[in-house]
């Protein structure tokens, strides 16, 4: 018998829910959050069982704390495997809203609990292995500039997933995408699709941990060396309290960020692991007039013969490994990656913030990663140093003063002439790179009901930036408030920032203020649920711009029928006060979306179970504009005031 709250089909996702929450400005405009995006989806899809989870898989989880993670592995070390997840009131480090959502991600299946160290055999994979195809396009109502000429191919942005997963123990799959304007079986896409991503990912093959052929990810450490998993936003701070990630997975996302090759994690001892990976792969980049590498691009948009031009003009071979100790709480990592080019990588430096732009075919960095974890106190850092020996350092200690109150402090010195193609990490500006600081978080739950969190962050760049002409500092502040009910979630949240910037002039700096807030109220009921949001913004720089979103949510579940819609009006003075929404969206598709100006957005998605194996959804989605008669620009412009989109997915479990 399994035992998981996974197929309540009356309950929304929690984690949108989430991730609603944590995210900031920054954090919507981050590649690395719709990573994190679709690794929620993906284990709320296919769940961890919890008797059988290792470290590194909970530590995926973008809402857990070391501490919690310690706790939970030593529950389950204390008192043998769980037989419902009601034992998750047991861990007393978590709070209610982390339990609901771990109900979505790991299960237990009682059939499992006497023969935890079972064996892999092929005849057991081939017979309760399960399959997942799934389809999805969407459909423009419309008609891009670049549609009539420059476009490639047709205007349909469409994708294909397979994976076949025996428990944890086996994944394989395959993902294949194709964004609008593409060729498709054309050109240089004569193979069909311009995107695809094989892997396979074996688990628990005796002391062979992890092995993962194909398209992968890694992370170490706290991501000064590499890391292409989740983010570490400021607010999803608060609950991570600074802990550090490492570990393999196969890329099962449309993103460009993953190795390809072959990777592997060995178990030497009890307390001791080793991780070691190769990977070579093309890669899109912007060429010089002497065949130099100009410009390493991730986009992946292949749309235009320009476009096309640059697509796969650089190879790179990539190396490396960790490791890794850790006992009573203890954790120790070596940590080193070395990757070769085989074109030079020669970017713009006239321009004073390029300067320490990485340069060269060869680049290594070596890391230092440690850790000690208790119930009340984790510490986790990393020091790395490049080549050239220039130096990143990044320091978090996180204490739980009572089970109320908890803290984070964070300090992160990262040198303007560190150089990783690889690294991310926590920081304001973006980049571990010219960047020093220092990071306090509070969180305060006085009662199971109500929830405070604040942090303050200070940050110095010693170099010049974008737009920064002399070495600059900035301010960010936080308050977030939230009280939960039964059915109510009522919350708000204020953002104060500040950030230098170059005058008019460019011959000295200005502060930049910026204001945000939000506040919502959201009833989740056992069919209905919905949700309004008020989101708010101001900052004054050579004039006041404001920028404000009111946006309504609803949702209904009825046995085999889930419907969602939205409508939200939003009216902004500029693209500086542009405002962020967040929206439900298929499966495997990360719907944030910003708006400028002045308009409405209104969708509706309906999503229908067609027995036990099929499920089809469909979202029709519509921006209207009241400020404009085009849309976009250059190849992207839409010569009307309204664009509309339909989305529709088929997914087949067998």
Known sequence: MMSSLVADAQAEHPWEEYLNEVMTAEDAESESWERTYELLCELEQHPLNVNHVAREQLEQLPFL?????????????????????????????????????????????????????????????????????????????????GDREG???????????????????????????????????????????????????????GSLETLVLGCYRVSMGMGLVMNNGFSLGKVAMLQTLGRSSSGIRGHSSRSDSYLQGTAATLRLSKSLSATAFLSWRAMDATLNKDSTVSTILTTGYHRTETEMQKKHNLQAIKTGGSLRYQRWGLHLGVNALYTHLDRTLQPNTSVLYREHYPQGTDFLNTSLDYGYTNFRVSL???????????????????WRLSDELSMVALQRFYSYSYTSLDAQSYSDGGHVQNESGVYLGLTWQPS?????????????????????????????????????????????????????QDNQDKTALVDRWAHRARLSAEYSGNSFGCRTQLDGGYCAYDAEEWGVMLSQHLSYVHRWLRLNA??????????????????????????MTQFY?????????????????????????????????????????IDASSQSDLDVQLRWKF
């Open 65 to 145: 704390s070391a501490q919690q993670i310690e706790e939970l592995m030593e529950y389950l070390y204390r008192y043998g495997p769980m037989k419902s997840l009601g034992e998750l009131r047991m861990i007393r480090s978590l709070d209610d809203s982390q339990r609901h959502l771990l109900t979505y991600i790991i299960y237990i299946d009682e059939s499992e609990l006497a023969d935890t160290k079972r064996h892999l055999r092929l005849k057991d994979v081939t017979k309760y292995g399960r399959h997942e195809l799934m389809a999805s396009a969407r459909v423009p109502f419309y008609e891009r500039k």
């Open 151 to 205: 476009y490639l191919g047709p205007p349909y942005r469409h994708w294909l997933r397979y994976q076949f997963t025996y428990g944890d123990e086996v994944k394989l799959g395959l993902v294949a995408a194709q964004d609008a304007g593409e060729p498709f079986f054309a050109g240089r896409n004569r193979w069909g699709y311009d995107y695809y991503s094989p892997y396979l990912q074996l688990r628990h093959l």
């Open 380 to 398: 986790n850092g990393e020091t790395a140093i490049d080549k050239e020996g220039h130096l990143a350092t990044i320091n978090s200690l996180s």
């Open 448 to 500: 199971p009901k109500w929830r405070v969190a604040y942090y303050a962050d200070y940050a110095y760049f010693p170099w010049a930036k974008y737009q920064v002409s002399f070495s600059s500092q900035a301010w960010d502040h936080l308050l977030q408030l939230s009280h939960t009910s039964r059915r109510w979630t009522i919350a708000a949240r204020y953002r104060l920032r500040m950030k230098q």
């Open 566 to 591: 939205g409508l939200g009006y939003f009216h902004t003075t500029s693209y500086d006060s542009r405002v962020y929404h967040y929206e439900q969206a298929p499966l495997y598709t990360y719907a």
């Open 597 to 637: 100006g002045e308009g409405i957005r209104y969708w509706l998605m309906a999503r229908i179970n067609i027995g036990r194996h099929l499920m089809l959804t469909a979202k029709w989605g519509v921006t209207d504009y009241f400020d404009r008669n085009t849309i976009g620009s250059s190849y992207q412009q």
